[in-house]
């Protein structure tokens, strides 16, 4: 079955620190992959999505960027973090075949600018 | 514009009691899906039902079923026989057209309390 992990679950880092975030798949392969953000009391904002390797497509310009190095490995960066930055984010993938397909997620990250 | 409306910000149901939360969507698109998320205070985002615009009978799932009324463009979210548990954010969520990658459009959601 397929499984996705998403780490740090929880993360504090201080205005203008980097960050790096990692979503990996397990037991699919090609999925198209997402990554979203939730501010507090909020719906999902949708960041970026891939439909394959090096192939991004971001939906908000921010200080964020997104890579997939691998097939199945999504990682949500930023070189300096702004307190807007804050909010709940999550990784998700789904199989490319068309409207019929749902979302699954990953548990998320939680985290906080200081 | 708003393309997920999900008027009910907030829904309180008696525990064993059914509750419907309401969702209406807007595309011009024929060929779209529509999805049911639960995110419980832990933050997981729990998919739990299906609809697609070309399924003639309404979908469900357990104690949940979806009633489409497409001319209407709505799709509610019907729970039976609520549990302590059901108490969560839910949100409504569509996917638009034939293409693999396109984005799936969620709405406000609606925070529901299931009262013992």
């Known amino acids: 079955s397929q499984t996705i992990h998403q780490w740090p679950a929880t993360l504090v880092q201080p205005v203008g620190s980097p960050l790096s975030l990692e979503c990996t798949v397990e037991g699919t392969s090609n999925p198209n992959l997402y990554w979203y953000r939730q501010a507090a009391g909020r719906g999902l904002q949708l960041l970026f999505y891939?439909?394959?390797?090096?192939?991004i497509s971001s939906e908000v310009p921010q200080n964020l960027s997104a890579s997939r190095p691998q097939d199945r490995q999504f990682i949500l960066s930023s070189k300096k973090l702004l307190l807007s930055d804050s909010g709940f984010y999550l990784c998700?993938?789904?199989?490319?075949?068309?409207?019929?397909?749902?979302?699954?997620f990953g548990d998320g990250t939680r985290l906080s600018i200081l | 514009a708003q393309k997920i409306t999900q008027t009910q910000p907030g829904m309180f149901v008696q525990e064993k009691e059914a509750v419907t939360l309401d969702c209406t969507y807007d595309t011009s698109d024929p060929s779209y899906g529509l999805f049911w998320y639960k995110q419980p205070s832990s933050g997981e985002m729990i998919f739990l039902i299906y609809q697609g615009s070309y399924d003639q009978q309404n979908a469900t799932e357990g104690r949940y079923s979806l009633n489409f009324q497409k001319a209407r463009k709505s799709a509610n979210l019907v729970i039976s026989a609520s549990q302590l548990g059901d108490s969560a954010m839910y949100f409504c969520?569509?996917?638009?057209?034939?293409?693999?990658?396109?984005?799936?459009?969620f709405g406000p959601g609606t925070s529901l309390s299931v009262i013992p």
């Open positions: 969520a569509m996917r638009e057209g034939e293409t693999s990658y396109d984005k799936v459009i």
């Open positions: 998700a993938w789904s199989t490319g075949t068309g409207f019929v397909q749902p979302q699954h």
């Open positions: 891939s439909v394959g390797i090096g192939q």
